[in-house]
């Protein structure tokens, strides 16, 4: 069927079968306005030589195509619908049932250049071929894209592109679309703008799932010379390489995109891929000024993949949430290369394996704020290279490494928590430059059962003051920091002004104090002011009040029970006030047979009474 130069053409409930050699085209329409094409079924099949179209459209303005089944097989190449010239204008193409088939590429709905304002909506699109597949070709602007079903095969074999949506434009709308891509060719994404500029695109809601045994990206925008203004947000990912992709290349600029409230599954992705991935072969093609916030990136199947690639400048990375069960050379945020003058805050990674928060090579001038960062069977953070970058109020969780450091990298670290189910150490300052000699803490710096250890002498850097918290002090009804000065296996009480402001919380089960300076430092319990002694004792330390000082307010110690014996060990009993009525020791009435040894008593009314 052919209308030309014409307004206001109905086709409707037309059966088209062809079997046609050459070219096919079921409906042509030629400088038409205002035609209806509806509830059509056009079926074309023929030969590997020629081209076929189920609709095929020049200057076409404030049509309907709704509602038609397409189906074109065979030829050198098949589309289902095909708008082509600059004069084609605020058209809709909805409902349509389109399958393509073809011998080389396969075009569902093609809509080129200048073809504007164009809605494409609730369409079911199927296109299988053996060279370049893509369920929507757009290569005009100002266009909506939605609630689009797109299934794009090309039967396994290796060819061309296999992509759900494929675009290189401006000011499109692309939502709510439903797409899988199965290939094993170039590049087999679920939307993908490639080579022109493209801008000011807003693509949410759509889910994707790519298939493929190579090169399947979510979402990827790349080799354009503008790509800026993007907003990618609230999309469901499944990927087998990259979720969502901005990659600089020779002279182009990545300006100004959004990847926000996305998320991201990666599927048995290798080498090079990742999550979100941002990045650039040079400092003047790689990503500014971009946002990637509250995405969740799910990395569990991979090996070697990395949740967030970071080479931007002057991007915000936060509030984004990574999880890899993975493999050991996983990353959950690598930023390296070109990176300057980024922000990367308020994240959240676990990672079971795998590097937590990778940092490399020339990345500058970046604050790196309040993020969680675990890795429990590997490095939570890894500096290489860098320097004049501001971490502060990072926590580092339950990691078999706390942290790794080259050689000649400066870093300092401001407020940076590390701790796991044991307890916690607290850093004001850690100074991490370092010369000639690298940083690990593996087998440093250890926070197990009721200990907190820094190996001073290997890692000098963390030889620092801290806050410490020890956990799980079941059965302690009080309890206070004592030191392994020597680093031999002997702990004392450790008092001022090693360790100072000591508090035990009972209800909490949790000792918490302040040291100037590491070695090895535990929990202990101990004989307080007041107590009662009903079995033979031997003083650790200096007998102490409930708040770690050495001034009793009342009795030192009542003994209670019969044929014991309390050595002091030369240990002091003090009191606090040698005109009150306390005694350092006071022996219950009845009892016999005490042996009391080694003490110096001061300040109580009597030593012993």
């Given at each position: 069927i052919i209308a030309r130069n014409a307004t206001n053409v109905t086709i409707v409930n037309c059966n088209l079968t062809s079997y046609a050699q050459g070219q096919s085209i079921g409906v042509e329409l030629n400088n038409i306005s205002f035609a209806t094409i509806l509830k059509n079924n056009l079926t074309f099949i023929g030969s590997a030589s020629n081209s076929?179209?189920?609709i095929y459209t020049t200057n076409l303005n404030d049509s309907l195509i709704n509602n038609n089944s397409l189906t074109v097989m065979g030829g050198a190449a098949g589309y289902g619908i095909y708008m082509f010239s600059s004069d084609t204008n605020r058209n809709n193409l909805t409902y349509n049932t389109i399958v393509t088939n073809a011998s080389g590429s396969t075009k569902g709905i093609s809509i080129l250049s200048s073809c504007i304002n164009t809605t494409i909506k609730d369409n079911n699109i199927t296109t299988y071929g053996l060279s370049t597949n893509y369920g929507i070709n757009l290569l005009s602007e100002r266009?909506?894209?939605?609630?689009?079903?797109?299934?794009?095969?090309?039967?396994?074999?290796?060819?061309?592109?296999n992509v759900g949506i494929y675009f290189n434009s401006h000011n499109n709308t692309i939502v709510q679309n439903n797409i899988t891509t199965n290939g094993s060719g170039i590049a087999n994404h679920g939307i993908y703008a490639y080579l022109f500029p493209s801008s000011n695109n807003y693509i949410s809601n759509n889910l994707i799932n790519t298939i493929s045994t190579s090169n399947s990206d979510g979402i990827s925008f790349i080799e354009a010379s503008i790509i800026s203004f993007n907003n990618i947000t609230h999309n469901t990912v499944f990927s087998g390489s990259k979720g969502i992709s901005f990659q600089g290349v020779g002279s182009n600029s990545i300006l100004n995109n959004s990847i926000l409230f996305n998320n991201i599954t990666l599927i048995n992705s290798g080498s090079g891929d990742g999550g979100i991935y941002l990045r650039g072969t040079s400092f003047a093609n790689s990503p500014k000024n971009s946002i990637a916030t509250n995405n969740n990136i799910n990395m569990s199947n991979c090996n070697s993949a990395n949740g967030i690639e970071n080479t931007a400048n002057?991007?915000?990375?936060?509030?984004?949430?990574?999880?890899?069960?993975?493999?050991?050379s996983n990353k959950g945020i690598w930023a390296y290369l070109f990176s300057d003058v980024s922000y990367v805050f308020e994240n959240t990674i676990n990672m079971t394996d795998g590097v937590g928060l990778a940092i490399e090579n020339i990345y500058l001038n970046n604050l790196i704020r309040s993020n969680y960062i675990r890795s429990n069977g590997s490095v939570a953070v890894s500096f290489s290279n860098i320097g004049n970058s501001t971490l502060i109020n990072n926590t580092i969780d339950d990691s078999a490494i706390?942290?790794?450091?080259?050689?000649?990298?400066r870093q300092n670290l401001t407020n940076t928590t590390?701790?796991?189910?044991?307890?916690?150490a607290f850093y004001p300052t850690l100074n991490l430059t370092t010369g000639a000699?690298?940083?690990?803490?593996?087998?440093n710096f250890m926070i197990t059962n009721n200990s907190i250890y820094v190996n001073s002498t290997a890692i000098p850097k963390f030889n620092t003051s801290a806050d410490l918290e020890i956990f799980g002090l079941t059965g302690f009804t009080i309890a206070f920091p004592f030191v392994d000065v020597e680093d031999d296996g002997s702990f004392v009480f450790c008092g001022s002004p090693r360790c100072t402001d000591s508090v035990f919380s009972d209800a909490a089960d949790t000792l918490s104090f302040t040291v100037t300076g590491f070695t090895n430092y535990t929990a202990n319990t101990s004989l307080i002011c007041g107590d009662t002694i009903t079995s033979s004792t031997i003083l650790t330390n200096n007998?102490?009040?409930?708040?770690?000082?050495?001034?009793?307010?009342?009795?030192?110690?009542?003994i209670d029970s019969s044929d014991l014996v309390l050595d002091c060990a030369g240990f002091v009993i003090?009191?606090?006030?040698?005109?009150?009525?306390?005694?350092?020791?006071?022996?219950?009435?009845?009892i016999n047979n005490i042996t009391i040894m080694n003490c110096t008593f001061a300040d109580f009314n009597q030593g012993v009474n």
């Open positions: 076929r179209y189920g266009n909506i894209i939605a609630n689009n079903t797109i299934s794009t095969n090309d039967n396994g074999v290796s060819g061309g592109d002057n991007s915000q990375i936060y509030n984004n949430s990574i999880i890899s069960s993975g493999g050991s706390w942290l790794t450091q080259s050689a000649n990298t590390f701790r796991n189910a044991y307890g916690l000699s690298s940083i690990t803490t593996q087998n007998l102490l009040n409930s708040t770690g000082g050495t001034d009793c307010p009342d009795d030192g110690l009542i003090n009191g606090s006030d040698r005109a009150s009525d306390e005694n350092g020791i006071e022996l219950s009435t009845g």
